[in-house]
């Protein structure tokens, strides 16, 4: 699994002299299990311009490979 629960996962970059990070929190949280985190967050310069909340997650079927 990419991500901790309690520590979440932070992807981070300088972008025009200003940091940038987004932040993907609560893995295996009811909502979204262990397919996508709870929430997103994106900051720039350390300030919160965006939060997306998982409200629920279905997983996709399988294709066979046949099919390609």
Do not use: K
């Amino acid at each position: 699994r990419w991500g901790d629960e309690a520590v979440g996962a932070i992807l981070s970059a300088t972008l025009g002299g200003a940091r940038h990070e987004v932040r993907f929190l609560d893995w295996s949280s009811p909502t979204g299990g262990d397919l996508f985190p709870r929430a997103v967050e994106v900051l720039a310069g350390g300030q919160l311009v965006l939060r997306l909340v998982t409200e629920r997650v279905l997983g996709n079927p399988r294709v066979p490979d046949s099919i390609f």
